[in-house]
């Protein structure tokens, strides 16, 4: 049986647009309406709901910490990634970020290096990261102690980024060395996946964190934050907030790092250029 394609009026999406961008930032133009609506499709019919009239009563009568507004960003949400995306960034952890921690560790008195990967979707990023530590630790034939928190709003991806369970395509970008040395083949020839081994799993800890919470549950101040990708989905308004608050998580020294395509032209923010996706935070 063909089931019915539920459709969402256009005042009903400004509503619940208005309210994904309060608890989230997330912009919601009308050119997205399309694309809500497809996504939304299973989520109706798994709540047994056969309306957005009524999906909306639901949401618009329960306050903003409730789980549905959890589950609805995640059907939103894009969640792209990939291992070693944008690769400049692992290069510059393994050839300044690193070897200026060796240099100076003894000034700042801190002995664990500790990155955030905010808004790391299913934790390919913060694997890579912890794979650019770990080979720069074998080449230097040196050892850091470092930690990575992998922060998202989506608790299905970071249920993923926990397991660190992938299919086998994702590995494309892989050296063979490092498939050997990082990841574990799974037996089934019919959908065949890897998992990150233990011990890089045991450098990662995947936690909720909404960037647009006023206050941030984690009190550790961050060496380097990747807070790449994400700042596309906010308006300037809500780029600018989010950044002073991620930036108090940053510690004065510390390196940010953003996506490609993303720009922090015209904020007043207290950091310094490197290159245009790599900035340190100063003193101002």
């Known amino acids: 049986m063909k089931l019915e394609f539920i459709q969402i009026s256009d005042e009903l999406f400004l509503k619940l647009g208005n309210l994904i961008t309060t608890r989230f930032g997330i912009k919601m133009s009308p050119d997205k309406k399309v694309m809500f609506q497809a996504r939304m499709q299973r989520r109706l019919r798994e709540l047994e709901i056969n309306s ?8 618009l009568t329960t306050n903003l910490d409730s789980p549905e507004l959890s589950v609805l960003a995640d059907y939103i949400s894009t969640n792209k990634t990939e291992f070693f995306r944008e690769k400049d960034h692992f290069d510059f952890i393994k050839d300044h970020i690193l070897p200026e921690y060796l240099n100076n560790k003894h ?7 500790k990155f955030w990967s905010a808004g790391c979707s299913n934790g390919q990023e913060a694997y890579s990261i912890a794979i650019a530590v770990e080979e ?15 922060t998202d709003i989506s608790g299905r991806i970071l249920k993923t980024a926990k397991e660190a369970i992938y299919p086998i395509s994702n590995i494309d970008v892989f050296p063979l060395e490092y498939k050997q040395r990082y990841l574990l083949k799974s037996k089934n ?5 890897v998992r990150i081994i233990k011990s890089l799993r045991e450098k990662v800890t995947p936690a909720y964190q909404n960037l647009m919470d006023d206050a941030y549950q984690m009190t550790d101040v961050f060496d380097v934050i990747f807070l790449r990708n994400t700042l596309i989905y906010f308006n300037s308004e809500v780029q600018q907030k989010v950044l002073m608050r991620v930036l108090n998580s940053l510690r004065t020294g510390g390196y940010l790092l953003i996506g490609h395509s993303e720009s922090l032209i015209n904020m007043n923010l207290p ?3 490197i290159s245009p996706s790599i900035y340190v935070k100063i003193n101002i």
């Open 189 to 193: 020839l019919k959908d065949p996946k």
């Open 271 to 273: 950091i310094r250029s």
């Open 107 to 113: 000034i700042h008195k801190v002995s664990k290096l």
């Open 52 to 59: 957005f009239d009524e999906y909306a009563k639901m949401l």
């Open 136 to 150: 720069f630790m074998r080449l230097k034939q040196v050892l850091i102690d470092y930690s990575i928190l992998a």
